[in-house]
């Protein structure tokens, strides 16, 4: 792949619509804060992510290491889309701990699947930042929800 990925864009559009569309719904809703330093490494994972799964970084990146990686890459992202999806409808008026592990680690999965199987280096840097600060936010958060 070029410096463009089109399909990694794909998949955080995707990612993003039913947040957007959950967060322009519940407007009032805003979780206590769970400590500075946590929120700023799941912002940082956060946007070092996507920005990864859109963009390729010359010499980090050292494409799919293995035939079939393409393949592999596609079905993951989108397995894991699916269920994010899925998961985000069942779960839309419900606040337990399932529903937090289940929107917070899938996203992290997502973002670790695509920087192995494309061997992209601060993708998978930047996802394991992600999912330590959001699943930990997000388990924090259920007893405010």
Known sequence: MDWFNIYGLIFVA???VPNIVYGA????VQPPKCGKVLEICEQIGRYGAM?????????VVFGFWF??????YL?????LLFLY???FALFWRKSHLAKALALSVLPTLLFLACGVLFLHIP??????I???AHITISCKNVKYI
């Not at 079905?75 to 397995?79: R, T």
């Open 130 to 132: 992600f999912g330590y």
């Open 14 to 16: 995707t990612l993003l």
């Open 67 to 72: 035939a079939g990686g393409f393949a592999a």
């Open 123 to 128: 993708l998978i840097v930047f996802a394991a």
């Open 75 to 79: 079905f993951a992202g989108g397995a």
């Open 25 to 28: 719904l519940h407007r009032d």
């Open 85 to 87: 999806i899925l998961l």
């Open 51 to 59: 920005a990864c799964m859109v963009f390729n970084i010359p010499y």
